[in-house]
């Protein structure tokens, strides 16, 4: 016969269970808003190439920077020396499939920590983010989920930039096919211009 207490029970000592605990569903733990899932840099493709890894930025592509000296620097994503390169779009790609415990229709947020190594260009310097969702084809599926506009990272103190994401109708399991852009002007700089992007993270409304 089970027993049911009215009131609080605290138990000082351990807590032997001998019989089954029952189960609970997902839907009844409690919600943890923009769960931090990280995001390799070894994930980056080519755009528009995507069958290939990034390696040194160029032409129209993003590259992956080694960062120096192992213990003292880290890796980053870069854009390349665009000092007096005029105006220049450099880009890369990856997709993230959304984990089991995201919550169905809520937030979505790609937070991008980002800077200028060394030197801010002397016009502008923006990264942006275009997400779509792969239809389970080889085709995608409606449009660009990103509503934050282009974002200006023109500073040598490293700063999280946040790109919401209309999430109505996207559940576990949806696959985002994204792609980052860096746009910069520098005309005059004698000194490296380079745009980075730090750290690179999704951060989800979960459940468990």
């Known amino acids: 016969m089970a027993t049911r207490f009215a009131e609080s029970v605290s138990i ?3 807590l032997q269970v001998d019989g089954s ?3 609970r569903p997902r839907s009844e733990l409690i919600q943890d808003n923009f769960a931090i899932y990280g995001i390799p840099f070894s994930n980056f493709r080519i755009w528009d190439a995507f069958q290939t890894g990034i390696s040194t930025a160029a032409s129209d592509d ?3 920077s080694t960062g120096g000296t192992w213990g003292t620097n880290n890796p980053y994503i870069s854009a390349g020396d665009l000092k007096a390169a005029g105006a220049t779009t450099r880009r890369s790609r990856f997709t993230f499939t959304l984990p089991p415990e995201y919550v169905a229709g809520e937030s979505v947020r790609i937070v991008a920590t980002a800077g200028m190594v060394t030197t801010a260009a002397d ?3 923006t990264v942006d983010f275009e997400v779509y969702l792969c239809a389970k084809t080889t085709l995608a599926s409606g449009s660009d989920l990103v509503t934050t506009s282009a974002t200006t990272i023109n500073s040598t ?3 999280a930039k946040n790109f919401d994401l209309t999430s109505a109708g996207l559940t576990a399991g949806d696959m985002l096919d994204i792609r980052i852009s860096i746009a910069c002007t520098d005309a005059a700089t004698v000194t490296a211009v380079i745009p980075a992007i730090a750290h690179l993270a999704l951060a989800l409304d979960i459940k468990g």
């Open 21 to 23: 605990l029952n189960s």
């Open 12 to 14: 000082s000592g351990n």
């Open 157 to 159: 103190s490293f700063a």
């Open 62 to 64: 993003l590259g992956l």
């Open 123 to 125: 016009t502008s310097c």
